[in-house]
C-alpha cells in the first residue's frame, strides 16, 4: 500500500486516505462507539520492550484492557519477539493500535537481529537525493513488514553545535537546506511504503549541548533566528506532506515567555506556531514524557494534562497513564477541555489507523521474519550509500589515489579502540600493507622509518551514534609525530566532529571522513585510497577550523579491480549459489583438497571465496592470501607479457622467425618457425621432455650422485626440493636438449612447453636479467600482485604456501613451496612455463589489465592492439583454437570453456588444478586455483568432471541483464 495524500484546502490534510468518503465513515463509526475513557485512551501511546530483559508486556496488556490506549511505541528487542508481542496486543484490543517507533537508522536502532541502515550525518555526505529517498523507502518497508505504522523520523534537527550530545550524527548536518532536501526525500521514501513519517525535534534540537533526556535545554536565539535556521526544515516537511511531528522538550524564550516551559507543553509553540501559524494539520506527538527535559515541570499526569492542552494529539511514553487518564477526564468534565477539542486529536489517530490499513487489520506473519528485515536490496543500496557519502577533505599533492605501488612502501596504523579488520583486508587487495604497533612512539617512529606512506585509520564503535568519538591525547601526539615525518592519510571511521580535536592537520597529506566503523564503510573506503572508486562525498558538519562544512574534494578512478556485490554488475547472487555447492563438490569429492574462487565482472571482484584445506588431513583451511602453483598459467602470467612487451619496443613481432632470437636456434631446426606459430602451440614442436629422468638411475629410479647433492655448493646451487640440489650448469644443457629436439612430422595442432624453454631464454638475454626479476620489476609490483611469485619460500612463510604433491618418482618428499613441474624445477624454479605461485586475487589484477586494453591502476603496460594481436586464433581454420600463448574457446563442443563464452574469450589452465578465463564480451574474469595433485597427479577427477568449466557455466547462467 502507498499513502497518497488528497488536496482540500490550502492546507493539505496529511492523513486523508484515497478513500476519503470512507476513512470518514470508519472514523465517524469508530468514534460514536467509545466512552470518554476510551477516547482519551486513543490519546496514550506507550512503550513496549520485546527484548528478554525489559519485557514489559502484562502492564501492556492491562493497559490495554482497562484504558484502551491508543497505540504502543516499541523499544528494545528482536523482530520474532516484537512481532508475537504484537499479534497478541492486537488481539486484546478493541480498536487496532497504531504502532511506532524510534527507526531513524532503521529497526536496528532498537532490534538487535534487523539490518543497519547508515546515520543522517552519512547520508547527509550525499548528493544524490534519490538514494535518501530509496533509504526512506526501504526503512518504511522494514516498519511495515513488522507492523510498525509511525516511524519517528527523520530528525530534521540542524545540527550546528558539534558538542550536542544527543543529536550529533543523527542529524543530517549543519546546512539547512541540505537538512531540508533530505528530509524532504526520506519523508517521500518513508511514506510511498505505507508508513507515516514524522518530523523531529520540533522547533529545533540542533543547537544546544544539553541532553534533553536528562535536563531541560535551552534555545537562546531570537524569533528571526529561529524563524529562519530551526524552522525552515519543519516548514518545508510540512509543505511536503509529512504526516506527523514530533515535539520536543525545549525552553524557547522567544517563542514562549513562560519562563522554563518546556515546548512541549507550550500552546504558543505547538498550537499557535505548529498548527496555525504554520499550517500542519497531521497527527502531533509529544516526544517521551518521561524524559526530565518535561517531566521536572510538573508531576505525572499533570504533565499529561499540560501537553494535550498545549494542542498534542498523541502523548508519547507517559510516566502513569492510569492518573494522566483520570487528569484528562476531570478537566473535560470541568469543561477546560471541550468536546470539540477531544474530538479533533481522537479523530487525528483514527484518521492515522485508517491511512496506514488498521481498519483492515492482519496479524504480521512470522515466517521469513527475519530474512525479510535484511535483504539483498537493502545490502546493496548500504553499498551504494558508503560509495556516495565517503568524503575526502584533504588531498595534498594529490597523494589520493595512490597510484605507484611499485616505489610506495605502506603501512597502516591503528586508532580507537573498534575493529579495523575489513579495512585492513581490503588494502591488502590491493598491495602490500604492513600493519604496524609499538607500545612507545620511539619504537613506532623506528618501525616506520622504511615506509613512504602511514594510512592511519581512527576506529571508533559506532553501533550507536553516542559513543565516544574522539582521539585520545596519546593518539593526537602520535598522529602529529607520524605526520611530520611520513606521507600520512587520516581515515576517521567516525563521526567527523573528531576533527575538531586536533590542534592542526597542517602536516598530514590526506583525511578521510568515513562517517561510520563497519564492514561496507571500510571496504569502500579502502577501495576509494586506492582509486578503485572516486571519491563523491560532501561534509554535511563544519570539521574543525580546516573543513568547513560542503568540502569536497573529488578524484577519479583509476581502472583498478573494485569489490561488491553481484547485482551491482548483472549478476545474481542466488544463482552463484550454484558455484557454491560445484566448489563444495570438489572437496566432497576429493577432486582436491581445496580451492579458491573468484569472479568479477565489469571490471568488480562479486565473489571471493576459499573452500576445503590445504591437505586432505584438514588441520589448516584456505584462506584467500593462501597461494597456489599455477602451473601453466605461468605462460600468460610470466613469459607472454614480457613477449607483449618486447613487441611493444619493436624489438619482435609475432611473425619474427626464431633464427632471429639467438644465433643458436638460427642454426637449429626451429629457425624458420615464428613465434605466432610456436605460442599457437602450431610449429610441430614435441609437447613435453622429461628432463629430470635423464637424472634418475634407469633401474632403480634413485638420483643419480653426478646430477644431485644435499648441500649447495658452487656446482650445486640449483635447489629444486628441500636439502636437493641439482648441477649448476644442468640449466644450460636443458636448452640444448630443446634447441636439438626433433619436430614431428604432421602440421597439427599439438600442445607443447617446449617454445617456453626458448622465450625465457630469449627473454633473458634481451633484458639481461632473469625472468623472475623481469615479471616482478614490469607487472607484478606495480599492479600490487605482491603474492604473486616465482619461488615463493623466498618471500612467504611456508604456512602460506599450498602443497602440490608427494613426489614418490623423483623429489621423494612433498613438494611444498617448490614449483611442481619437473622441469621449471630444475631451472631454479623458473620456468617460462611453469614456475609462478599466485593467489585468485592477484591473478585476477592481471587478466582485468588485459580486459582493459592494457591498462591497469593508471599505467599503461601494453598496447591494447598488441594484446588484440595475441588474443587472436589465427590458425581456426585448420581446427587449432589457440591464441598467441593464450587459450581461447572450443571450435568443437567439448574443449576448454563450458561453450557459453565469446570468441573473443582467452585464458589459461594449469596441470595442477588451475584455470583463469577472461571475457571481453561479458566483461568477466574467472580464476578457480587448487592443488588437485596433491596427494597424487593420479588424481584426474577435477579433470574428468569438467568442473572447473562446469563452475564457468554457472557463472554465465548467472547473468542478469
Known amino acids: 500500500m502507498s499513502i497518497t495524500f488528497s488536496v482540500f484546502s490550502q492546507q493539505p490534510d496529511p492523513l486523508l486516505a484515497k478513500d476519503i468518503v470512507g476513512q470518514q465513515q470508519w472514523v465517524d463509526s469508530i468514534y460514536s462507539q467509545l466512552t470518554l475513557k476510551e477516547k482519551v485512551g486513543q490519546l496514550f501511546m506507550v512503550r513496549a520492550f520485546s527484548g528478554t530483559k525489559n519485557q514489559n508486556s502484562h502492564k501492556i496488556k492491562k493497559l490495554i484492557n482497562d484504558h484502551a490506549i491508543g497505540g504502543i511505541i516499541y523499544s528494545l528487542g528482536n523482530s520474532v519477539s516484537q512481532a508475537k508481542l504484537n499479534n497478541e496486543f492486537q488481539s486484546l484490543s478493541k480498536i487496532p493500535l497504531i504502532n511506532g517507533m524510534d527507526a531513524e537508522w532503521g529497526l536496528s536502532m532498537r532490534l538487535d537481529d534487523t539490518f543497519p541502515f547508515p546515520y543522517n550525518v552519512t547520508l547527509g555526505?550525499?548528493?544524490?537525493?534519490?538514494?535518501?529517498?530509496?533509504?526512506?523507502?526501504?526503512?518504511?518497508?522494514?516498519?511495515?513488514?513488522?507492523?510498525?505504522?509511525?516511524?519517528?523520523?527523520?530528525?530534521?534537527?540542524?545540527?550546528?553545535?558539534?558538542?550536542?550530545?544527543?543529536?550529533?550524527?543523527r542529524s543530517f548536518g549543519e546546512d539547512k537546506q541540505r537538512v531540508t532536501d533530505l528530509g524532504l526525500a526520506f519523508t517521500r521514501g518513508m511514506q510511498s511504503a505505507g508508513v507515516l513519517a514524522c518530523g523531529k525535534h520540533f522547533p529545533g534540537h540542533g543547537d544546544t549541548d544539553t541532553d534533553s533526556h536528562k535536563a531541560l535545554p535551552t534555545i537562546p536565539f531570537t524569533r528571526a533566528r529561529i524563524d529562519s535556521i530551526e524552522l525552515h526544515p519543519f516548514k518545508r516537511l510540512i509543505e511536503g506532506n509529512v504526516a506527523s511531528m514530533m515535539i520536543a522538550h525545549l525552553n524557547v524564550p522567544s517563542l514562549e515567555n513562560s519562563a522554563n516551559t518546556p515546548s512541549s507543553i507550550s500552546e504558543k509553540i505547538v498550537t499557535n506556531l505548529l498548527q496555525e501559524e504554520l499550517g500542519f494539520n497531521g497527527l502531533v506527538v509529544t516526544d517521551a514524557l518521561e524524559m526530565r527535559g518535561v517531566a521536572d515541570a510538573g508531576n505525572p499526569g499533570d504533565v499529561d494534562l499540560r501537553a494535550f492542552l498545549a494542542g498534542n494529539d498523541m502523548l508519547l511514553i507517559s510516566e502513569d497513564v492510569k492518573l494522566a487518564s483520570e487528569k484528562i477526564m476531570q478537566a473535560y468534565n470541568r469543561r477546560i477541555i471541550t468536546e470539540a477539542r477531544l474530538e479533533r486529536s481522537v479523530k487525528k489517530i483514527l484518521k492515522a489507523k485508517y491511512l496506514v490499513g488498521l481498519n483492515n487489520y492482519c496479524d504480521i506473519n512470522i515466517e521469513n521474519l527475519r530474512s525479510d528485515l535484511h535483504t539483498l536490496k537493502n545490502d546493496l543500496l548500504e553499498e551504494k550509500v558508503y560509495e556516495n557519502a565517503i568524503t575526502l577533505l584533504k588531498n595534498k599533492d594529490s597523494v589520493l589515489p595512490i597510484r605507484d605501488l611499485e616505489r610506495s612502501k605502506i603501512a597502516y596504523v591503528k586508532f580507537g579502540d573498534a575493529n579495523e579488520e575489513a579495512f585492513v583486508q581490503m588494502l591488502k587487495n590491493y598491495g602490500k600493507v604492513d600493519v604496524i604497533k609499538a607500545q612507545k612512539l620511539d619504537q613506532l617512529s623506528a618501525k616506520l622509518k622504511p615506509y613512504t606512506h602511514v594510512i592511519a585509520g581512527l576506529h571508533k564503535a559506532t553501533d550507536t551514534p553516542w559513543k565516544d568519538f574522539k582521539f585520545t591525547d596519546k593518539e593526537k601526539v602520535w598522529l602529529y609525530e607520524i605526520a611530520r615525518e611520513k606521507k600520512l592519510i587520516l581515515d576517521v571511521f567516525t563521526k567527523p566532529y573528531a576533527l575538531n580535536e586536533l590542534l592542526t592537520t597542517v602536516n598530514i597529506d590526506a583525511v578521510i571522513a568515513s562517517y561510520q566503523n563497519n564492514k561496507v564503510s571500510q571496504e569502500k573506503s579502502a577501495q576509494l585510497i586506492f582509486g578503485a572508486l572516486p571519491f563523491r562525498g560532501v561534509l554535511p558538519v563544519t570539521s574543525g577550523s580546516d573543513f568547513p562544512v560542503g568540502t569536497s574534494l573529488k578524484t577519479k578512478s583509476v581502472n583498478r579491480l573494485k569489490y561488491g556485490l553481484p547485482e551491482t554488475v548483472g549478476l545474481s547472487s542466488y544463482g552463484l549459489q550454484k558455484v557454491d555447492s560445484l566448489a563444495n563438490l570438489v572437496v566432497k569429492d576429493a577432486m582436491a583438497p581445496g580451492l579458491q574462487l573468484l569472479i568479477a565482472k565489469k571490471g568488480?571482484?562479486?565473489?571471493?571465496?576459499?573452500?576445503?584445506?590445504?591437505?586432505?588431513n584438514k588441520k589448516i583451511k584456505v584462506k584467500p592470501t593462501d597461494i597456489y602453483d599455477v602451473a601453466s598459467m605461468t605462460k600468460i602470467m610470466a613469459t607472454l607479457p614480457m613477449v607483449m612487451k618486447l613487441v611493444d619496443s619493436g624489438a619482435i613481432n609475432i611473425d619474427t622467425r626464431l633464427r632471429k632470437l639467438s644465433k643458436e636456434l638460427r642454426k637449429s631446426n626451429k629457425d624458420t618457425l615464428t613465434i605466432k606459430q610456436v605460442l599457437s602451440h602450431y610449429g610441430r614442436l614435441k609437447p613435453w621432455i622429461p628432463f629430470y629422468l635423464k637424472t634418475l638411475d634407469s633401474g632403480s629410479g634413485k638420483l643419480l650422485a653426478q646430477y644431485y647433492q644435499r648441500r649447495r655448493s658452487k656446482n650445486f646451487s640449483v635447489k629444486v626440493a628441500d636439502d636437493l640440489y641439482l648441477r649448476t650448469d644442468y640449466k644450460d644443457s636443458i636448452v640444448k636438449m630443446v634447441l636439438e629436439s626433433g619436430l614431428r612430422n604432421r602440421l597439427e595442432y599439438r600442445y607443447s612447453d617446449l617454445p617456453y624453454y626458448l622465450m625465457k631464454d630469449y627473454i633473458e638475454k634481451a633484458y639481461g636479467e632473469g625472468l623472475d626479476k623481469l615479471v616482478q620489476d614490469n607487472f607484478y609490483k606495480s599492479l600490487g600482485a605482491n603474492n604473486t611469485t616465482y619461488n615463493p619460500l623466498q618471500k612467504f612463510n611456508k604456512k602460506l604456501i599450498i602443497p602440490s604433491e608427494n613426489d614418490t618418482y623423483f623429489r621423494n618428499q612433498t613438494v611444498h613451496g617448490y614449483v611442481h613441474d619437473m622441469g621449471a624445477a630444475m631451472l631454479d624454479g623458473v620456468g617460462g612455463h611453469a614456475g609462478i605461485f599466485s593467489n585468485a586475487n592477484d591473478v585476477a589484477k592481471l587478466m582485468q589489465m588485459y580486459l582493459q586494453g592494457g591498462n591497469y591502476g593508471g599505467k599503461q603496460y601494453l598496447e591494447k592492439a598488441t594484446i588484440n594481436s595475441f588474443n587472436t586464433c589465427y590458425y581456426c581454420p585448420e581446427n587449432n583454437r589457440r591464441g598467441v600463448g593464450f587459450d581461447k574457446p572450443q571450435l568443437g563442443e567439448k574443449g576448454s570453456?563450458?561453450?557459453?563464452?565469446?570468441?573473443?574469450?582467452?585464458?589459461?589452465?594449469?596441470?595442477?588444478?588451475?584455470?583463469?578465463w577472461a571475457d571481453p564480451d561479458k566483461e568477466i574474469v574467472y580464476v578457480f586455483l587448487s592443488n588437485r595433485t596433491y596427494p597424487t597427479m593420479a588424481n584426474r577427477k577435477l579433470i574428468k568432471t569438467n568442473i572447473r568449466t562446469e563452475i564457468q557455466r554457472a557463472i554465465y547462467e548467472s547473468v542478469i541483464e
Open 125 to 169: 555526505a550525499v548528493k544524490d537525493e534519490k538514494l535518501i529517498e530509496e533509504v526512506g523507502r526501504q526503512m518504511g518497508e522494514h516498519c511495515k513488514r513488522i507492523g510498525v505504522h509511525i516511524n519517528f523520523a527523520p530528525d530534521v534537527d540542524i545540527n550546528i553545535n558539534p558538542k550536542n550530545p544527543v543529536i550529533g550524527s
Open 604 to 616: 568488480k571482484v562479486v565473489y571471493h571465496k576459499t573452500f576445503g584445506h590445504h591437505t586432505y
Open 897 to 916: 570453456t563450458c561453450g557459453c563464452v565469446s570468441m573473443d574469450s582467452f585464458g589459461h589452465s594449469g596441470f595442477t588444478g588451475t584455470y583463469t
